[in-house]
């Protein structure tokens, strides 16, 4: 699993999809759900999952399939570096697709390196879909559609982490508003920056988000005792209480975060990572 946690931070933007499934019948469902927590897995995983065609004999087992469907590879993720590596080479970029772009092969370039998409839009719109050559206005239009297609996905997944995860949706409508300045994508995004910083609900939820997040990166830290399996430390042991010194400085913290911001989202997460009650 940490090779899979690695391919993600790696990968992830350039297209690759990780799913998880786990096919053993040898541990219960608590058991996967805190190996998930344990290695903090950024992905889907399943208890059960089918992949038609795919037999799985050997534990773990890592099946990657090319961005054509094609699987290229079955067995120990170990194993399964070089041709991972390989077949993101080989994989169109995500914003720009298939392609090819003969006319505007600079202009594709240019939105891989993720830079001023408010700007490249503008051109697209101005110059390229305006061209009396039919091939260069048809490759402006397909930019212009996955381009847009992007920013408005990148709006609704801010949107949506305004309720949970305050600052990570502030930070995004920023990047947002700063990726895409210049275009009616980034004006929104700017426009939702301004009211949020207005809305006083909002930034408690932010500050009490930010002492959260202390928190939970000190949490991480803890260590697990001999007793326990899994490599995690256990918040209902009290053998791996005792072993950090400073997990009731963390409890005290979590219950002054609750008493001050009680409605916020961050009352409700930090539950779970240490007793309040």
């Known amino acids: 699993m940490p090779h899979s946690v690695e391919w993600a931070k790696k990968y992830e933007a350039k297209g690759l999809i990780l799913i998880g499934y786990h096919s053993s019948k040898q541990e219960t469902r608590d058991d996967v759900i805190a190996a998930c927590k344990a290695y903090k897995l950024p992905y889907p995983n399943y208890l059960s999952l089918n992949i038609s065609g795919v037999q ?9 399939f090319d961005h054509k469907g094609k699987m290229i590879f079955k067995g120990h993720p170990m194993e399964a570096d070089g041709k991972l590596a390989d077949a993101m080479k080989a994989a169109p970029d995500p914003l720009v697709g298939e392609g090819p772009y003969k006319k505007l092969e600079a202009v594709a370039k240019k939105i891989i390196d993720h830079k001023d998409f408010g700007k490249i839009l503008e051109t697209l719109k101005t110059k390229h879909l305006n061209s ?11 930019l212009v ?16 982490k305004k309720p949970t995860e305050p600052t990570a949706s502030f930070n995004m409508y920023n990047e947002i508003a700063t990726l895409f300045k210049g275009d009616e994508i980034g004006d929104k995004a700017k426009a939702v920056v301004e009211e949020l910083k207005k809305d006083k609900d909002f930034q408690e939820n932010m500050k009490a988000d930010k002492e959260f997040e202390s928190i939970k990166d000190e949490v991480e830290k803890l260590k697990p005792c001999n007793k326990c399996t899994g490599g995690a430390f256990n918040k209902t042991c009290e053998g791996c209480q005792k072993k950090n010194q400073n997990y009731s ?11 001050k911001y009680p409605n916020s989202p961050a009352a409700a997460k930090v539950k779970e990572l240490v007793p309040v009650e």
């Open 56 to 64: 799985v004999s050997g534990f773990p087992c890592f099946v990657l």
């Open 249 to 259: 400085g963390l409890v005290a913290r979590a219950k002054a975060l609750v008493k």
């Open 132 to 142: 009396e050559n039919a091939d260069e206005k048809a490759e402006a239009e397909k």
């Open 145 to 160: 559609e996955r381009l847009t297609k992007f920013g408005n996905r990148m709006l609704s997944k801010a949107e949506a």
